[in-house]
């Protein structure tokens, strides 16, 4: 397994994890205050599309590396 391989797998774990994290958030709902303003659901749903959209893009990118 390549160099490039193993970085390529690691971040997509890494935006698998945070995925997860935006998800877990707009399930259970709990509140997340950045510099005194709390931040919407909107935002965990824009946060999971793009962190779910780049763990899959670097699968794919992983899977067909050789």
């Given at each position: 397994?390549?160099?490039h391989k193993v970085a390529t797998l690691i971040g997509a774990l890494t935006f698998l994890a945070l995925a997860a994290v935006a998800l877990y958030r707009l399930l259970v709902?709990?509140?997340?205050?950045v510099g005194g303003m709390q931040v919407g659901q909107?935002?965990?749903f824009i946060a999971f599309v793009a962190f779910a959209a780049l763990a899959l893009?670097?699968?794919?990118g992983a899977r067909g590396t050789e």
């Open positions: 397994m390549s160099s709902g709990f509140p997340i205050v909107t935002t965990s893009m670097l699968f794919r």
